[in-house]
């Protein structure tokens, strides 16, 4: 989460996101795609069950991507807030932040703020922003408590149906935290995220 207007604090979320979905967002993906080393074809992975929270439109840039922007980054952050009060956040036209994805720590429910097609203000570089999807995870830097199975698989499986929407590849020279983007500085997700972990269920799909 990144400011572009005065300085939010960080940002809090819901132990569980149940209850915090308007309409739901179908978003099944059903091209088919073969990975490096492997000619057996297989489908694009499905998006996981996302619920539309919309942003304040304060708080992101409308645009046309991938034809304004190519999307070529996943930017992995951890919200140091609970689900609501980040939802708040997102919601407050004077916080000038946002992020396209939300993931909840408890059953890895997903809310998504910014529609891909447009800008979310996330990572605190503009080249970044236009380039890229945030996702969001409810939690704390240094208290891995928060970063349960049910996260990572389905933060997980929002990444890899991103990555084979927009052809990003499945590493982690596209798949980036926040303390990676130029100038960035924040540290999330941390050092206590798993990404070898992580990296192994975005590429099973």
Not at 127 to 137: C, M, P, T, V
Not at 155 to 167: G, H, Q
Not at 169 to 191: M, Q, Y
Request: hydrophobic share 40%.
């Amino acid at each position: 989460m990144e400011a572009h207007g005065p300085a939010p604090t960080r940002r809090t979320l819901l132990r569980s996101g149940a209850g915090l979905g308007a309409a739901a967002l179908a978003l099944a993906a059903t091209t088919a795609t073969a990975h490096a080393g492997d000619r057996r074809p297989r489908r694009a992975a499905a998006y996981p069950p996302t619920h539309w929270i919309p942003a304040s439109t304060s708080n992101y840039r409308v645009s046309s991507r991938p034809t304004a922007y190519p999307i070529e980054f996943v930017v992995i952050h951890v919200t140091q807030e609970t689900f609501p009060d980040a939802v708040k956040i997102f919601q407050d036209p004077a916080r000038q932040v946002s992020t396209h994805y939300m993931v909840a720590s408890a059953d890895g429910y997903i809310g998504q703020f910014v529609r891909e097609k447009d800008v979310a203000w996330h990572a605190g570089n503009k080249d970044y922003n236009n380039r890229s999807i945030g996702i969001e995870h409810e939690g704390w830097v240094d208290d891995p408590a928060w970063f349960t199975d049910e996260m990572y698989a389905s933060s997980a499986a929002l990444t890899a149906a991103v990555c084979d929407r927009f052809a990003i590849p499945k590493d982690r020279d596209h798949i980036i935290a926040h303390s990676e983007v130029p100038g960035s500085d924040h540290t999330d997700p941390g050092p206590l995220w798993d990404w070898d972990r992580y990296m192994e269920l975005v590429d099973q799909g």
